[in-house]
């Protein structure tokens, strides 16, 4: 798996911006998207991004800034 090109502060940041909600000991729920990695809280959220990202991205629910979500290398 990628993580380990991840930083932890960057693990443990969901799409929501909670940074308290992802836990490194559980699998990590994500997704990539336009060559950016995206953290999910839950399974539930990680489908709705997944049937419409754009949407998503647009709604009050991503909290974070997509610019400043992790590059995959």
């Known amino acids: 798996m990628m ?3 991840i930083s932890h502060a960057e693990k443990l940041t969901a799409a929501c911006g909670c940074t308290g909600c992802v836990n490194e ?3 990590p729920i994500y997704s ?4 950016r990695l995206i953290y ?3 399974e539930k959220c990680k489908k709705k991004f997944s ?3 754009e949407a998503f991205l ?3 629910h991503f909290k974070i800034k997509f ?6 290398k």
């Open 51 to 53: 049937e419409d990202p």
């Open 3 to 5: 993580s380990s090109e």
């Open 25 to 27: 000991n559980d699998p």
């Open 58 to 60: 647009n709604s009050s």
């Open 40 to 42: 999910f809280c839950t």
């Open 32 to 35: 990539v998207f336009k060559n």
């Open 67 to 72: 610019e400043d979500l992790a590059i995959l």
